[in-house]
Nanobody, 128 residues
Framework: QVQLVESGGGLVQAGGSLRLSCAAS????????MGWFRQAPGKGREFVAAISWSGGSTDYTDSVKDRFTISRDNAKNTVFLQMNSLKPEDTAVYYC?????????????????????WGQGTQVTVPS
């Protein structure tokens, strides 16, 4: 089992920045492909970004490209999501997730069903 704990959410004005962290514990003897998802009120959980276990490959949904950056520190079992130029439409609960499959060093899954472990989420609010 892997436990994931997100932090760093909050309220920020439009145009501002936040940095989310996701700390993994438990069976972390190897690194996993990691993803960030978000869920706005009344909507489904959507893919935001993913990073391969090596950190060498990343993937983003179009709406956050050039604004968000996913990164990881495998020595600390932590994944980050740097969010810049935040917009009201970024308001959501943000979840990190881990995929235990070994899909290769460039594996960056986008689908929710690919992920095996989820954190509890952290709220990001950008008032309009």
């Amino acid at each position: 089992q892997v436990q994931l704990v997100e932090s760093g959410g909050g309220l920020v004005q439009a145009g501002g920045s936040l940095r989310l962290s996701c700390a993994a514990s438990g069976r972390t003897e190897r690194s996993y492909a990691m993803g960030w998802f978000r869920q706005a009120p009344g909507k489904g959980r959507e893919f935001v970004a993913a990073i391969s276990w090596s950190g060498g490959s990343t993937d983003y949904t179009d709406s956050v490209k050039d604004r968000f950056t996913i990164s990881r520190d495998n020595a600390k079992n932590t994944v980050f999501l740097q969010m810049n130029s935040l917009k009201p439409e970024d308001t959501a609960v943000y979840y990190c997730a881990a995929d235990r499959r070994d899909g290769g060093s460039n594996y960056t899954p986008r689908s929710r069903i690919e992920y095996d472990y989820w954190g509890q989420g952290t709220q990001v609010t950008v008032p309009s």
